[in-house]
C-alpha cells in the first residue's frame, strides 16, 4: 500500500518540523507549509489524504484556508490545529467541514489517533460505496420493478413477464394469497407498450354483487336511484392500458356471462344505456383458487376460464423458494430502516434458521409484516428471535419459535433430506453438497430417520 501524504499548515516551524519527524516514522509522506496561501499552493501542485492546519496564522488564517480548501477540496480530511482553542473556534470549524479538532499542546498519540479514527472514517466511506455499488448489482440482477427474487422459480417468472409484456394477450396469474400477483401484474403492465396508459385494479372479491357490474362498465344517469350522473366504469378507464381483474375467482356467475360478451366483442354497454362502447383493453385475471377445480364444481364458467387463461403465470409459494428469503428480508429491513428510520444490519444468527424453517402460508406479504414489526421492536443492530416471535411463528409453539436449537435441527433435517432427494439417495454425493463428511452424513440420517 502506498504511503497516505499528509499536509502540514503551521506559521511556528519548531511544530512543522516537530510534527513531520512524528509522522514521517508513523508511515506517513509528509509535506508541510507556513501559512494557509502556501498550503494552497501546495494542494495544486499534489494530492493529500489528511490536512493537519493551525487556526492562528499570518497572511491566511486556518478558518480562511479552510473555507477556501474545502470549496476546491471537499473530498480531502481537514484536521484543525490551535493553542487558543475554545469550544465555539472547534464548533466552527467542524461547520465549516473540519472533520476533527485538536487542541494544543497535545501529545503525540493524540494527533496520531485522530488519523487513525480518519483513516477508518474514510475506510468506512469506501466500503459504503462498494457496498452500494453491490447492491445496486444484486437489484439489478434479482429484482424485476418491484419483485425481489433470485431462485430459479422466480426467474421463469421474470421471463413469462418479459415475453408477454409487449402483447395484449389475455394473462391469468395464480398464486397463494400474499405471492405478489399484483406486483406481477404492474410489472408486465409497465414493461410493455401500454406503460404510459393507466392500469386500473378492481378485487372481484371485494365490491358487493349489486355494485360490481357498475364499477366494472359504468353506468348512465338515472339508471337507477342514486344514479345522478354518468359515470364511467374500470373497464372505460383503462381504455388503451390494463385492467387488472384480481381474484376473478370470486366473480359471481351472472358477470361472469357479461365479462365474457366484454372479452369476446371489445364492448362494454354501461348500466341503463341502450347502445355500447368499444374499448381497447389489455385483461390481466389473477385468483388464489384452482380454477380447474372451481369449473368441474360448476362455479366458474367454462368458455371464461379458456378465455382468461391463454397465458398463465403461477407464483410459487415462498415456502418453495426459501432462498429468495435471505434478499428479501435484506430489502425489506432497507425499505423499514427508513421508513421507521431505524438502523438495524440485518439478523442474527439465531433468527436466520426461524425464518428458513417458518411455511409462511400468508408468502412474500406475511414476510413483509413480520420484518416491519420486527425492525420497529428491535433495539439493537440486529433482529433477534425475540423481535420475532410474535404470531407469525405461532405454528411452531411459543417457546419451541425460540429455541434456537430446536430451529437449527429442524434445518438441519430438511437440507440434509433435500440433499438425499437430489441424489436420488447416493450418500457420497449428498455429503459433498451439505459440505459434511459422510460418516457424519450417515449419522445424522440415522439421528433423523431419513432412510430413504
Not at 484543525?80 to 461547520?95: D, Q, V
Not at 434479482?142 to 389475455?170: C, P, W
Not at 380447474?292 to 403465470?313: A, C, P, S
Request: charged share 30%.
Amino acid at each position: 500500500m502506498s504511503q497516505q501524504r499528509v499536509l502540514i499548515i503551521d506559521d511556528e516551524k519548531n511544530m512543522r518540523h516537530m510534527l513531520e519527524v512524528m509522522l514521517s516514522k508513523a508511515g506517513y509522506a509528509v509535506e508541510s507549509a507556513a501559512d494557509g496561501t502556501e498550503a494552497l499552493q501546495h494542494m495544486e501542485a499534489s494530492d493529500f489524504y489528511f490536512v493537519l492546519c493551525d487556526i492562528k496564522m499570518p497572511r491566511m488564517n486556518g478558518m480562511t484556508f479552510l473555507r477556501n480548501a474545502i470549496e476546491k477540496y471537499p473530498e480531502k480530511t481537514y484536521i484543525m490545529m490551535s493553542a487558543y482553542g475554545t469550544i465555539e473556534t472547534a464548533c466552527e470549524a467542524m461547520k465549516a467541514g473540519a472533520y476533527d479538532y485538536i487542541s494544543k499542546p497535545f501529545k503525540t498519540d493524540e494527533v496520531l489517533l485522530t488519523l487513525k479514527k480518519a483513516e477508518e472514517r474514510e475506510r468506512l466511506k469506501e466500503e459504503n460505496l462498494r457496498l452500494k455499488a453491490k447492491i445496486s448489482e444484486i437489484e439489478q440482477k434479482y429484482s424485476f420493478g418491484s419483485i425481489i427474487a433470485r431462485s430459479e422459480a422466480m426467474a421463469h417468472v421474470f421471463d413469462l413477464v418479459r415475453t408477454v409484456a409487449d402483447h395484449k394477450t389475455t394473462v391469468l396469474i395464480t398464486g397463494e394469497s400474499g405471492t405478489g400477483k399484483e406486483l406481477i401484474a404492474k410489472a408486465i403492465h409497465s414493461n410493455g407498450s401500454r406503460a404510459t396508459s393507466p392500469i386500473v385494479t378492481i378485487n372481484c372479491g371485494g365490491i358487493p354483487e349489486n355494485l360490481l357490474e357498475s364499477e366494472l362498465f359504468g353506468y348512465k344517469k338515472g339508471a337507477f336511484t342514486d344514479a345522478v350522473k354518468d359515470k364511467p366504469g374500470r373497464f372505460e378507464e383503462a381504455d388503451e392500458g390494463t385492467i387488472f381483474l384480481d381474484e376473478i375467482g370470486e366473480m359471481p356467475s351472472s358477470l361472469q356471462v357479461k365479462l365474457l360478451r366484454v372479452l369476446q366483442g371489445e364492448e362494454i354497454t354501461p348500466l341503463g344505456d341502450i347502445g355500447s362502447k368499444k374499448v381497447d383493453v389489455r385483461v390481466i385475471a389473477a385468483t388464489s383458487k384452482d380454477l380447474n377445480k372451481e369449473v368441474k364444481e360448476g362455479r366458474f364458467r367454462e368458455d371464461l376460464f379458456y378465455r382468461i387463461n391463454v397465458m398463465t403465470i403461477h407464483l410459487p409459494p415462498l415456502r418453495e423458494r426459501r432462498g429468495d428469503i435471505p434478499l428479501l428480508v435484506g430489502y425489506f429491513i432497507d425499505q423499514f430502516n427508513k421508513k421507521l428510520k431505524k438502523n438495524i444490519e440485518g439478523l442474527s444468527s439465531e433468527a436466520t434458521p426461524l425464518l428458513m424453517e417458518y411455511d409462511w402460508p400468508g408468502n412474500v406479504r406475511e414476510l413483509e409484516n413480520a420484518i416491519e414489526r420486527a425492525v420497529l421492536l428491535a433495539t439493537g443492530r440486529y433482529i433477534t428471535p425475540v423481535e420475532l416471535a410474535q404470531e407469525s411463528f405461532q405454528s411452531l409453539g411459543p417457546v419451541e419459535a425460540l429455541s434456537i436449537k430446536k430451529a437449527s435441527k429442524r434445518l438441519e433435517r430438511n437440507l440434509i433430506e433435500k440433499a438425499l432427494k437430489i441424489t436420488g439417495g447416493n450418500r457420497s454425493q449428498a455429503s459433498k453438497i451439505l459440505e459434511i463428511s459422510r460418516p457424519i452424513l450417515l449419522s445424522k440420517i440415522k439421528e433423523y430417520n431419513l432412510e430413504l
